[in-house]
């Protein structure tokens, strides 16, 4: 199957930096890209959806100024969680599907656990 | 608006117990896929299953089953003897209507604990 690559798995930052996380579809073009938010114990959340060359769309209620994404080719997807603070610590996991998106699976990234102090 | 409904939190079985998860969706879509997803403690997501809303087919790989009706929408999913390494949390999902099947609403999550 298809494969996506998140980086990094894991990420401890002082409260007030920011953080990237990558997403990248390694053996496929993927036009669209999802981001996910998981709180512990907690089930996954759309937080926003990811169309490369454009704008990010995000889901009622997720702060686009404090979750800043960037698609800037067909296989790769950045979050940049601004000014970080204890309460975005979190679990966030990216999805892409091949170009189209229709009757196929979506490939979800590995995650990565993101902890603020 | 699209639901779905993972009733159960927790469940905890003897290996070799059959096990099974149930979830029920909200749409008005008529076209719509439902997965299910397997989360180890590692978090990453395991893809189990997917089927698409004209398929009410029945599944079996394995020793895993799959149960989609339509009428009472649900999509259950079955362990047949269970084994240790079945302990995860289990996710089903439903995807936006027809739009692209990335974006997905998830269930709660089912915590299913296999005790040797």
């Known amino acids: 199957g298809a494969v996506v690559s998140q980086h990094p798995s894991r990420v401890i930052c002082k409260s007030g930096t920011s953080v990237k996380i990558e997403c990248r579809s390694l053996?496929?073009?993927?036009?669209?890209m999802f981001w996910y938010r998981q709180f512990p114990k907690k089930s996954l959340m759309l937080m926003a959806t990811?169309?490369?060359?454009?704008?990010?769309?995000?889901e009622q209620g997720v702060e686009k100024d404090k979750f800043l994404i960037n698609h800037a080719s067909l296989t790769l997807s950045t979050l940049t969680v601004t000014s970080a603070h204890p309460e975005d610590s979190s679990f966030y996991i990216c999805?892409?599907?091949?170009?189209?998106?229709?009757?196929?699976?979506?490939?979800f990234g590995q995650g990565t656990r993101l902890t603020v102090v | 608006a699209q639901k779905v409904t993972q009733a159960q939190t927790e469940i905890s079985v003897v290996e070799k117990e059959d096990v099974t998860l149930d979830c029920v969706y909200e749409t008005r879509d008529t076209t719509y896929y439902l997965f299910w997803y397997k989360q180890p403690p590692s978090g990453e997501l395991v893809f189990l299953i997917r089927?698409?809303?004209?398929?009410?087919q029945n599944e079996i790989s394995g020793r895993y089953s799959w149960n989609f009706q339509k009428s009472t929408s649900s999509f259950n999913f079955t362990i047949t003897a269970s084994q240790v390494v079945d302990s995860a949390v289990y996710f089903c999902?439903?995807?936006?209507?027809?739009?692209?099947?990335?974006?997905?609403?998830f269930g709660q999550g089912t915590t299913l604990q296999v005790k040797p």
């Open positions: 089927r698409n809303s004209f398929d009410e």
């Open positions: 999805s892409a599907t091949p170009q189209g998106g229709m009757n196929t699976e979506a490939f």
């Open positions: 990811s169309n490369e060359g454009s704008k990010a769309t995000y």
């Open positions: 999902a439903l995807t936006y209507g027809s739009s692209n099947t990335g974006k997905l609403i």
């Open positions: 053996d496929f073009q993927a036009t669209t």
